[in-house]
């Protein structure tokens, strides 16, 4: 059987700690399948199409010893039942699902669009996020939805979008999406930064 990962993000913008986790799934699973989405949960500073493009960018920019990250920008749906419904038409029933999300969405997965059905048909792996702890309560919540889930044993580094979108840190940028940014006059900061 094939392990896939599917991992989306809102990518507003894709940042060095989106690459870190794109290259530990590379590491574990067969395949890592990633698109950038509209979370309904979130408000996005950045086009969805120019979000794509960025997280085209970084993926460009991790070496792997497989070669088994893609863009899968038909997987970007508004619910993730219908994106799992889309990857099944991709790569057929003989593959294991596994669903990444960050710690920050755990609470909110409950309220996602029929959780119990979309916890049937994927894993879930939870990446720790910095600021967002993990209640073992969430967890058991999760489980009695019937999901199957695993934490990430891995180190995300304080690294944010936010961080970038409200001061401006490149520091959490890679340089392709930096480029990109500044190439299409992105997020309200730097828009202004390049005017004075």
Not at 142 to 162: E, H, K
Request: hydrophobic share 40%.
């Amino acid at each position: 059987m094939i392990n896939i990962a599917l991992f989306g993000t809102s990518a507003d913008p894709p940042t060095a700690g989106h690459k870190e986790i794109l290259y530990w799934l590379s590491e574990r699973y067969d395949w890592v399948a990633v698109w950038a989405s509209d979370n309904p949960f979130k408000s996005h500073h950045s086009p969805l199409e120019h979000r794509k493009r960025m997280l085209g960018a970084l993926i460009s920019e991790i070496e792997t010893r497989r070669n088994n990250i893609g863009l899968y920008n038909e997987l970007s749906k508004s619910r993730s039942l219908e994106t799992v419904e889309k990857a099944r038409e991709i790569w057929g029933d003989r593959v294991e699902f596994t669903l990444v999300i960050g710690s920050d969405l755990v609470s909110q997965l409950p309220r996602w669009y029929q959780v119990e059905t979309l916890l049937q048909q994927v894993k879930l792996l939870v990446v720790q996020r910095p600021g967002y702890e993990i209640s073992e309560g969430e967890l058991e919540g999760l489980r009695q939805l019937g999901g199957r889930v695993a934490i990430a044993n891995f180190c995300l580094p304080a690294v944010s979008s936010t961080a970038y979108r409200e001061n401006g840190d490149t520091n959490v940028l890679t340089p392709t999406v930096e480029d990109y940014i500044h190439q299409e006059k992105l997020y309200a900061w730097q828009n202004a930064a390049l005017s004075r």
